[in-house]
């Protein structure tokens, strides 16, 4: 990765897929209790290659993050060669539920935690994460919650990311400049796009290398910002 200017001070982070992961054991389990029988592995490796398929500017166009939800799970299943909709609706709609009470995005990988007590001595965190009103709970419950300020949830500002405006609304809040401001998120056409629009630098987790052809600086996993 290029790195990042030297004159940015505040470095704000998305929460899904970027902190705090999909939890595939629950998403295995929901699976296997309908005669669908993936491995949270073969789960992951589906989700890279769905990226192909949903991280597009044609399906952030005339999607929102709801949306988006359902067709990030059917790209998935896709990818992984499950076409038993009998079968997977019930399913969607059991981890549809999970997610709305608890967030099923709430794994954190262990090279999370050391990767961001290095970044805040180098930066002011905060997250910008397009949820359901869950995000700050989430962070909270993880052990990441003390790491940010602010947390910026789509859900309570009623916009969502690409827009800028849910970029400005963080940097405002941070007491930050968009010359001086970074975002890092995983969806090129959401996260990236949408923090360059609003004047910011962008840097993009790529770890299935979905994005090599786009005009950002790509890291496949957080700790690449610290080394």
């Keep these: ?13 998305d929460a899904g897929n970027t902190l705090v992961f999909v939890n595939m054991e629950v998403v295995s389990r929901a699976l ?4 669908v029988r993936l491995t949270p592995e073969e789960l992951w490796r589906g ?5 192909r398929t949903i991280d597009t500017p044609e399906v952030v166009r005339v999607t929102d993050d709801a949306a988006r939800w359902k067709a990030y799970f059917d790209a998935i299943l896709r990818e992984c060669g ?3 909709p009998d079968a997977v609706a019930p399913a969607l709609r059991e ?32 997250v910008i994460s397009n949820s359901t009103g869950t995000v700050r709970e989430k962070l909270h ?5 003390s790491f940010f300020d602010p947390i910026v949830d789509s859900f309570e500002e009623k916009v969502e990311k690409p827009d800028p405006r849910l970029f400005r609304i ?3 809040r941070a007491g930050a400049s968009p010359e001086r401001s970074a975002h890092v998120g995983d969806f090129y056409y959401v996260d990236a796009t949408g923090a360059q629009a609003a004047g910011m630098e962008a840097v993009l987790l790529d770890p299935g290398g979905v994005h090599a052809d786009k005009p950002v600086r790509r890291i496949a996993a ?6």
């Design 1 to 13: 990765m290029t790195p990042l200017p030297p004159s940015i001070t505040h470095l704000f982070l």
């Design 32 to 35: 296997g209790r309908r005669g």
């Design 47 to 51: 989700e890279h290659r769905a990226r």
């Design 82 to 84: 499950v076409e038993r």
């Design 95 to 126: 981890l549809h539920d999970y997610h709305q009470r608890v967030n099923l995005w709430e794994v954190v990988p262990p090279d999370v935690p050391p990767a961001l007590e290095a970044l805040r001595r180098r930066y002011r965190l905060g």
């Design 141 to 145: 419950r993880v052990g990441l919650g």
């Design 170 to 172: 963080a940097m405002e």
């Design 222 to 227: 957080l700790r690449e910002l610290v080394e």
